[in-house]
């Protein structure tokens, strides 16, 4: 069974900063939870799915009427309304109706515009849950690094002290080598402190990224929880293609296809004609003589003809059917993308798997019995002091390396998480 889950020595509390003390650890989980519930950018996708379905409501109804209205035919030389029969005073009213089923298409197509936005923010949660799950592993990693030198710290300065006996009570120029050791590896040891908490600060300041101000100070935990893909046989690669399928990316650009599929319904409606209609009631004044002149009523209809279609409806057409093409290829390569990601991170899982399996079971028991035995023959003098510094070193550097292999373990299954992401709105893509 893979151990995935570390226990720090007691010393780790005693260097937390000041400002986090006496709060609850930061949680990966948690986290998460405030950068996925505090993103803007998901609200900005909420505004514009909202956006798109009012456009669609728009888009299915009519164009306006016109309204028009005019003096026609008065006489040049006076201006009189009454001195000529044709002088009349016309209120005219038209209409226009879109081509074919424009309107119904139009609407279809705001609204499958829109049908992509939630899957387009489940993918932005899926990332933002990646992201901050490997910002929230480094900042672990460089944090617990110094916890595991400063609980070694001791064995360092215990062999500095030992050297520094051993060379006054017996001087020469071997035990003076030794002290010169002892304190050029303590000197080295806390340069690697300093290395460690740059890393860590830097990791901290990504994270606030994501993060509240109250909780970008809280301390991390001590312990890493397992993270694991338990809904997932990752061995069968029909799941995983299935799952691969159903990414919230991938169900996204469906919908782009399925609106672009629409646009070139759309672009055929232009062979259609478009008609019109209007109505005009034209008002004429009595004559001089007071007889009365009757008042005008006109209808029309109007109709253009698509007659000449090779430069405009025809490559409009040919524009749409593209831009279809296109998308289709943009779908196979992201699936190319995911299925090729997923693979690298589980390669990637299996050699961490063994190599947790190895330090676990043989290099760190290994290790640690070989710095006991040369210290031991240290001090009875039958060794260097040079092998036991080495060996130290080296259990300190296994420690760490080991440490490393189960985080990064960790931030591999983060990322094979993401690339097999079928959430929420996946699961609803069917009923929209």
């Known amino acids: 069974m893979k151990i995935v889950t570390i226990f720090l020595a007691l010393f780790t509390s005693a260097f937390i900063p000041g400002s986090w003390a006496g709060q609850a650890p930061l949680g990966r989980q948690q ?4 950068a996925v519930s505090h993103d803007p950018w998901i609200r ?39 001195q000529e029969p044709m002088s009349q005073f016309k209120l005219g009213l038209e209409q226009q109706f879109p081509r074919g089923d424009t309107l119904k298409l139009q609407r279809r197509q705001k609204r499958e515009q829109s049908a992509a936005h939630p899957f387009l923010r489940e993918d932005r949660r899926a990332r933002v849950t990646r992201q901050v799950s490997l910002l ?40 003076q080598q030794d002290v010169i050791r002892a304190e050029l590896e303590l000197s080295r040891l806390n340069d690697r402190l300093t290395l460690l908490w740059q890393g860590h600060d830097a990791a901290r300041q990504a994270l606030s990224e994501w993060l509240s101000e109250p909780l970008g100070r809280r301390a991390l935990p001590d312990t890493l929880v397992a993270h694991e893909l338990a809904v997932l046989n990752m061995d069968d690669q029909r799941q995983v293609l299935k799952r691969v399928m159903q990414h919230p990316r991938v169900l996204a650009i469906e919908r782009n296809m399925a609106s672009l599929a629409t646009g070139l319904e759309l672009a055929r409606q232009q062979y259609k004609p478009q008609w019109g209609i209007n109505a005009a009631y034209a008002y004429r004044d009595n004559a001089p003589g007071g007889s009365e002149r009757g008042d005008f009523v006109s209808l029309g209809l109007t109709v253009d003809l698509p007659l000449f279609t090779a430069n405009r409806q025809d490559q409009r057409v040919l524009a749409a059917s593209h831009r279809r093409a296109a998308i289709q290829t943009e779908r196979q390569l992201l699936l190319r993308e995911l299925l090729a990601g997923y693979r690298r991170e589980r390669a990637e899982l299996q050699r961490l798997d063994e190599r947790e399996g190895l330090f676990q079971q043989y290099l760190l028991p290994q290790i640690q019995a070989q710095a006991d035995a040369t210290l031991a023959a240290y001090t009875a003098d039958g060794g260097s002091f040079a092998e036991v510094m080495r060996v130290r070193i080296e259990e300190l550097n296994t420690n760490i390396m080991a440490l490393e292999i189960t985080v990064q373990r960790q931030k591999t299954l983060a990322n094979m998480q993401y690339f097999v992401a079928a959430g929420v709105a996946s699961r609803q893509g069917k009923k929209l």
Do not use: C, M
């Open 31 to 34: 986290a998460i939870a405030h």
């Open 44 to 82: 900005g996708s909420q505004l514009n799915e909202r956006a798109l379905l009012a456009d669609s409501i728009a888009a299915s109804a009519l164009p306006d009427p016109r309204l028009n209205f005019g003096l026609l035919n008065l006489a040049r030389d006076t201006l009189d309304f009454d």
């Open 136 to 175: 929230w592993f480094d900042a672990f990693l460089a944090r617990q690094s110094v916890a595991l030198i400063e609980n070694k710290r001791y064995l360092f300065e215990q062999l500095v002290d030992i050297a520094h006996a051993n060379y006054t009570a017996t001087s020469g120029a071997t035990r």
